[in-house]
């Protein structure tokens, strides 16, 4: 299993960013997707998921109403569209098969700062 996350980068507070996860290796379509952050000097913290076929999905409360998970089976991609950024969002982001961050890839940076 591989998984390939891309799209972070330094923002305003109030910006938005939309992170992708590319994934191989396994029949994505079958397979629950999960987003984790991990922040400085923290543990992984789950962010959202969503359901092989997108009709459930579950945020942190946090994150609820600014962060939309959405999938392309098709592509075997994942995507994270997070609006209104707060400086508490900064860490590192992770695609992931569970929501304990299993068969992560290196991740992709999220800084948000004036």
């Known amino acids: 299993v591989k998984l390939v996350e891309s799209g972070g980068g330094l923002v305003q507070p109030g910006g938005s960013l939309r992170l992708s996860c590319t994934a191989s290796g396994l029949a994505f379509d079958f397979w629950q997707m999960y987003w984790v952050r991990q922040a400085p000097g923290m543990g992984l913290q789950f962010v959202a998921s969503i359901t092989y076929d997108s009709d459930d999905r579950d945020y942190e409360d946090s994150v609820k109403g600014r962060f939309t998970i959405s999938r392309d089976n098709a592509k075997k991609t994942v995507y994270l569209q997070m609006d209104n950024l707060k400086s508490e969002d900064t860490a590192l982001y992770y695609c992931?098969?569970?929501?304990?961050?299993?068969?992560r890839g290196q991740g992709t940076q999220v800084t948000v700062s004036s």
């Open positions: 992931a098969t569970s929501a304990d961050g299993q068969n």
